[in-house]
């Protein structure tokens, strides 16, 4: 079975400071792994994917994610937060036909001035 | 330029009333997709067509109906709204469902509220 698992719903970071969002995936392939950002209200935004191509996979808004298959992780980080990166962040996985995506819970990302 | 629009925005009734949620996009794609995402903002994948066909059809009550009048249109219809139904739910669309790579595209959501 495929799934993700992100650790910890809820992420506070200082404004500057690094962003690390955990994001796990079980899969029984090679897995596509994908980054979505949700600010209040909207739908989801791509941020990044992973598609065998690089393990360090660069995103918009300064973000990026490397694919470890050692430790089955897809990390989001951001060097520096800002203020306009506070929104709920999903990690997903697509498997199967019909690109069936599996989302994991969602991190709550909050940014301190 | 919406790529992916959903009317309404807002959607507040009574149970057991029976609802419609439009889809369109105009990015060209093959595929369409509706999820729900609880009060816990978990998404979960409903339904998806590729080119008018159904192709995922996930543990759904009936009550819900996807139609999709042409490949640029996934509507959603909801028979005999209960409480549990209230959620926020997303329509998206991606170039075609073969390719596990494809990046899908979401509206902007409907935010259904069931009284």
């Known amino acids: 079975a495929q799934s993700v698992t992100q650790l910890g719903s809820h992420v506070s970071v200082s404004e500057g400071a690094l962003v690390l969002l955990r994001c796990n995936y079980s899969?029984?392939?090679?897995?596509?792994l994908f980054w979505y950002v949700q600010y209040p209200n909207q739908g989801l935004q791509l941020l990044l994917k992973?598609?065998?191509?690089?393990?360090l996979v660069k995103g918009i808004n300064g973000f990026e994610a490397e694919f470890k298959k050692s430790e089955t992780s897809f990390h989001l980080t951001k060097p520096s937060a800002h203020m306009s990166d506070a929104a709920e962040y999903f990690c997903?996985?697509?498997?199967?036909?019909?690109?069936?995506?599996?989302f994991g819970t969602g991190t709550s990302l909050t940014v301190i001035p | 330029d919406t790529a992916v629009s959903q009317t309404p925005k807002y959607l507040v009734t009574q149970m057991g009333n029976d609802k419609s949620i439009k889809c369109e996009q105009n990015?060209?794609?093959?595929?369409m997709y509706w999820y729900k995402q609880d009060s816990k903002k978990f998404l979960k994948i409903m339904f998806s067509?590729?080119?008018?066909?159904?192709?995922i059809n996930e543990t759904v009550p009936n009550r819900f109906s996807p139609k999709s009048p042409d490949k640029a249109h996934l509507n959603l219809h909801i028979n005999s709204l209960e409480l549990g139904d209230s959620a926020v739910y997303f329509c998206?669309?991606?170039?075609?469902?073969?390719?596990?790579?494809?990046?899908?595209?979401f509206g902007p959501g409907t935010r259904l509220l069931v009284l």
């Open positions: 998206a669309s991606s170039q075609d469902w073969a390719g596990f790579e494809e990046t899908q595209y």
């Open positions: 899969s029984s392939v090679p897995p596509y």
């Open positions: 992973y598609t065998s191509a690089a393990t």
């Open positions: 997903a996985v697509s498997v199967g036909a019909g690109n069936q995506f599996y």
């Open positions: 990015l060209g794609h093959d595929t």
């Open positions: 067509y590729n080119n008018k066909e159904l192709i």
